[in-house]
């Protein structure tokens, strides 16, 4: 078997990365459905997305290795608030100050600090005591922010609030993204937690959940951009989760102690 | 954005909502995966499942009952009142709740064949029948005894409450109930799981030790929602009423 492709990456590397390309990500799917006048590029949202939850899943699994008492599940459920109310507070603001364009960069700047006093208070007034989890939160926050603006992105096709609320908000399609962008965020640590955890497995477990999400947020825009901006999501998300399943599949032959074939039940005991 | 009297009130009304979610998740018997395998007291499932479960029955039931409201021959001058909404959201929570218990008492007791016992005290308090007898070796506990169910009725009309009192400021604030609806789901989900986290995963109801940490689940949950309330009063209708 070919050697399979592993990676390793710092958490302050790895957070540069998500931060510079969920934000640069979104930025430049509004600049090309501008220039080319169409929303066929709102995928590019979804792909930011990405970005955001590759470093939401790694301070998951930063935070929640030292155990929280409550499962995995209930963090990325956190994230996944914050960013909700972020979001539209961002965005709502953004456009009462005049500048719509800069509603990410309010949603995120807010989302950061928030993180941060509910890691404060998790630390210090409930007596958690674990060392990452003022950055850990911080980090979850602005991740679960930016994959919900970059999938809102992908179902309304723009950054205006008018926009994203008449078509994810007042649809219900933000429960969508709530529930599919939380389990891309929470799940990788959930199906891979235990002592052989390793960093590149978890991750790339991360992007594939992310691509299924991309699958449904597609579908939500087939009914808000019309057929081909949704299809096109479709594919390019179905792509994702394809390149990644394989990649997350070798990884985990990598790591298991041995791989064997069953074969089928035996005729006694169907 | 404008500040008035109201949006003092609204403020407060979103705290106080917080606050009541934050602890009235203190009072849902929650087992969390020992309970769905019959090895601890409480409901098989995690406290944020729960804490959502009540809170949105809270908030579809406030809802309706402000639907309702709005249909009246007098509502252009009566407008809302908030006590009817309230004890809708609460009711409506606490059905839920209790449909969930209840449910869940049938397939302990017929389908896992469990006694129901609490390894928490010596004696139920309500019913005083004796506990420890009861309690298999290598459990903490098993099904839903009475004194869990009514702290559980009681957790969710705290819940249901707060869902309320949250989202009817909200409404009032920016005039779009699917938004509101999914910005108190935002604040619940931030209070219950700083509750969650302040119970450790599990809990049994107000006769469990672990109860007497409520006060630091509220100075967590009063900081935060205050934070998330300072930014739901200032997010104000742009166009269109959206």
Redesign the interface.
Known sequence: MAAVRGFKIEPKQLRIYGLVGSVVGIYLAVILNAVTGTNIFSFVGALAALFGVVWGANAVRRVCAYGIGTGVPSIGMLSLGMGTVAVLFGLNIAEQLGVGMLGVIIALVYSLVFGYVVGLIANRVMGFNIPVMEEGLTDLSGAGTMAILGWSFAISGSLGYVDIVKDVFNTGFLAIIFICGGLAILHPFNANLGPDEKQDRTLVNGVMVGGLSTIATGVCALLTLGLAAGMVQIVVGFAVWYYFYVWYFRLARRDAAAVVGTGLLPPSAL | ?SFDINTVIYFLEIVVGGLLVGIGVHFVPVG??PAAMAQATGIGT???QLA?GSGLTGLLSAGLMMHAMSLSPTFATDGYSIWPIVATGAVGAMIMMDATMLTGSWIYAYAVGAPFASAKVNYDPITGFSQPPYVAPGTVGQGIPTICFVSGTIGAAMGGIGGAMIYFPLVLINH?P??SA??A??????DA??A???I??TIEGFHDPKFKKWP??F??CL??TV??AV??V???P???G?
């Open positions: 954005m969390g995966a995690g406290t944020v959502a779009n699917a938004m999914i910005f789901i935002g604040i619940f989900m931030v799981v700083l969650s986290w302040n450790q995963g630091q689940a100075k967590a900081v935060s934070i998330l930014v739901a200032l997010i104000t742009i166009i269109g959206v």
